[in-house]
C-alpha cells in the first residue's frame, strides 16, 4: 500500500530563509506523489507533482521536490520564505484506487 | 472557467439530522471525489466516482455515509442521523480522465464546514 509520512508538523522560518519540508513515502512501485498547498480558510491547491518524467520537479510560487528513490523522499524547498508562504502543506502519493492519500500536514510559519 | 464548487460553505445541523452537502465538479471532468477533513484525522479519502463505473466507496467511515453523482456531474453527499464525531470539512475534487500525462491532478473545491451540535 502507498503512504506518505511527513516528519514536522510544524516548521518556522524566517522570511527571506530557505524552507526545507521532508517527506518520505512507502510504495510497491513507482508512485505518483505531490504537494498541496492549503491557506487558511481557502482550498488545497496543488504546487507540484511527481509522474517519474523528471526526479527534479518545479513548481508554482517557487517552490520544487526531488524525488530520491533511494531515500524513499520527496522534500519540498524553496530558496527564499516569503510572509505568503505561510500555510499548511501536504505530501500526497496516488493510492492503486487513484484517490489521495494525504500526510498529516506541516504547517509552515514565517517570521517577519 | 470555473473551478470546483460547493454548497452551502458551513452548515450548522442538530445530532440526528440528515445533511446534503452538494458539489459541483468542473465541467468535463469525468472523476469526482470526496474527503473529509477533520481534527486528530487529517485528510481522508471518503468515495470516488469515474464516469459511468460503479463508485469506489471504500473511505465511507459507515453507511450512514452515502454519495451520489446524477448525469455524470453534480454529486451529493448524505449523511443520515448525524453525530458529532461527522464535524469535519468535506472536500469535494475533480479531475480529467486518467493518463500517466496528467498525473490525475485533482483540483480541489472551498469545502463545506459541517458542525454537528
Known amino acids: 500500500a502507498q503512504s506518505v509520512t511527513q516528519l514536522d508538523s510544524h516548521v518556522s522560518v524566517s522570511e527571506g530563509t530557505p524552507v526545507l519540508l521532508r517527506c518520505n513515502y512507502s510504495s510497491s512501485y513507482s508512485p505518483s506523489l505531490f504537494w498541496y498547498v492549503q491557506h487558511p480558510n481557502k482550498g488545497l491547491q496543488l504546487l507540484l507533482k511527481?509522474?517519474?518524467?523528471?526526479?527534479l520537479v518545479k513548481g508554482i510560487n517557487g517552490f520544487e521536490a526531488e524525488f530520491k528513490k533511494s531515500e524513499t523522499s520527496f522534500h519540498l524547498t524553496k530558496p527564499s520564505a516569503h510572509m505568503s508562504d505561510a500555510a499548511e502543506y501536504f505530501c500526497v502519493v496516488i493510492t492503486g484506487r487513484r484517490a489521495l492519500t494525504f500526510g498529516s500536514g506541516t504547517r509552515l510559519q514565517v517570521q517577519p | 472557467g470555473a473551478g470546483v464548487s460547493q454548497s452551502p460553505s458551513n452548515k450548522v445541523t442538530e445530532k440526528g439530522k440528515d445533511v446534503e452537502l452538494r458539489c459541483d465538479p468542473i465541467?468535463?471532468?469525468?472523476?469526482l471525489y470526496w474527503y473529509r477533513q477533520s481534527l486528530g484525522q487529517g485528510l481522508e479519502f471518503l468515495i470516488y466516482f469515474q464516469g459511468n463505473s460503479a463508485p469506489d466507496k471504500s473511505g465511507l467511515p459507515s453507511d450512514r455515509f452515502s454519495a451520489e453523482r446524477t448525469g455524470g456531474s453534480v454529486s451529493t453527499l448524505t449523511i443520515q442521523r448525524t453525530q458529532q464525531e461527522d464535524s469535519a470539512v468535506y472536500l469535494c475534487?475533480?479531475?480529467?480522465?486518467?493518463?500517466?500525462?496528467?498525473?490525475?491532478?485533482?483540483?480541489f473545491g472551498p469545502g463545506t464546514r459541517l458542525t454537528v451540535l
Open positions: 511527481y509522474t517519474s518524467a523528471a526526479t
Open positions: 465541467s468535463g471532468h469525468t472523476a
Open positions: 475534487a475533480s479531475s480529467s480522465r486518467l493518463s500517466r500525462e496528467a498525473g490525475n491532478e485533482q483540483f
